[in-house]
Structure formats: structure tokens, C-alpha cells
């Protein structure tokens, strides 16, 4: 689960580990997904490119393959900002918002970007103020968002094939859980053996929890 691209369901861990409950197996990855998002881990700084995107989601009632474009009818709100380094990305975050207005954003943006960072951006007029920003539009005339902050969209692109894979479509409960577990598995692309050393330094330092918290509903940005 720490350096798997696709993500591992718990219907396969449960086969894996010979467990005889799949809640037990769903359980487990619940608490290993949880335990990517570190309490001590940095804000990104310097250089950064921020957008927003849309990733599908499906409720209890609807099917794991949506199909006809069932998919579309629901979306959740992502926002995304990735660190740039030369002509590369170091880190990124994500975190799902209530919309697109310019609070959303502007608290996204404080607990993920440190202070004095330069924000590039599409035309999007929710980021201008946010605090301690220096904000950098990079549209002018007709040129599209993907060419304005490539970075990022590749970004957004990889979540949300990643997110009709293993899991055909998220809870929205259960998205920030999914978006840290996407951020911990890119922010060590390049170093996947010390994917599983992180993921057992994280989960020793976090809180234990019930069946009950870790299918309880999420509060969003």
C-alpha cells in the first residue's frame, strides 16, 4: 500500500492476508490510508502552481462502473497546489472545498503553502488575497489553463484516473482520506523504499481509530 501507482482495495487485501471479514480488511486500509497524512509534514514553499479541479464520485446506491456517463452527475470539488522546483515538481497537496469562491481556496492555501510563496495561477479570480501570497496569473488573451500551469493539471489529470481505478469512483466521506494517500504516494515517487518506513513512522505517531470514526463523514475546506 505505500508504493503501489493503483491503490489497493481491501477485497484484495482480505484475499492476501487470509482474512475471513472483508470489514476487518476494510478496516486495516482505513487505518494505513489515514496514516499518510503526516501532522509534521511542511508546507510547500517557494514557487507554486494552485487550480482546482472536479473528480467523480458515486453514493451507496449508485453501481462501482457508472457507465453512459452516470459518473458525471456528481462531482466533488478538489483543490490542488504543486511545488516547483527547476523545471520540475517536489510536492503537491490536495484537499477536497465546499466551491470555488474565494474563502475556500484562501483557507486551502494557508495551511498548505507557507508565507511570502509566489502562487501561479489560470484566470481564476478566487486566489488574488490570499493571505501572505504573492499571486502571479499566468493567463493573458485566449491561452488555455493547461498551458498556464501544466504542472498541476497533470496533477489533476493522474487523480482522477486514479480515482476511477481501485476504487471506481470515491465516497465522498472517505475523499480527503484517498487525496492524502494520492499525495503520499507522488510526494515519494522517487524514493518508494522509503514509502513504507514513512507509512510505519506516521502510523505509530497517529491516533488510534474505531470502525465508527474512519467511516464517519469528512468535513471539507
Not at 121 to 131: F, K
Not at 178 to 204: P, T, W, Y
Request: aromatic fraction near 8%; include cysteine.
Amino acid at each position: 500500500m505505500a508504493t503501489h501507482c493503483s491503490g489497493i482495495s481491501a477485497l484484495w487485501l482480505q484475499k492476501q492476508f487470509g482474512l475471513g471479514s472483508y470489514k476487518s480488511a476494510w478496516l486495516l486500509c482505513a487505518k494505513l490510508r489515514r496514516a499518510r497524512a503526516d501532522p509534521e509534514r511542511k508546507p510547500l514553499s517557494g514557487l507554486v502552481e494552485a487550480d482546482e479541479t472536479t473528480v467523480d464520485y458515486r453514493t451507496r446506491n449508485d453501481p462501482p462502473t457508472g457507465g453512459g456517463g452516470r459518473g458525471g452527475l456528481r462531482k466533488l470539488l478538489v483543490a490542488g497546489v504543486d511545488e516547483l522546483v527547476g523545471r520540475g515538481r517536489r510536492r503537491i497537496r490536495l484537499a477536497p472545498i465546499k466551491d470555488f469562491f474565494a474563502a475556500s481556496p484562501h483557507a486551502f492555501m494557508a495551511v498548505s503553502v507557507a508565507p511570502e510563496s509566489t502562487a501561479k495561477t489560470d484566470s481564476c479570480p478566487a486566489y488574488p488575497g490570499a493571505p501572505g501570497m504573492h499571486h502571479e496569473p499566468r493567463v493573458v488573451g485566449p491561452v488555455v489553463a493547461h498551458v498556464a500551469v501544466p504542472w498541476i493539471h497533470r496533477v489533476s489529470a493522474n487523480l482522477k484516473t486514479w480515482a476511477l481505478g481501485v476504487y471506481q469512483g470515491p465516497r465522498p466521506q472517505h475523499m480527503r482520506a484517498r487525496l492524502d494517500e494520492f499525495v503520499f504516494r507522488f510526494d515519494r515517487r522517487r524514493i518508494r523504499h522509503a514509502g513504507f518506513r514513512s507509512l510505519l513512522g506516521i502510523g505509530m505517531r497517529a491516533k488510534l481509530i474505531t470502525y465508527k470514526v474512519s467511516n464517519s463523514p469528512e468535513a471539507t475546506g
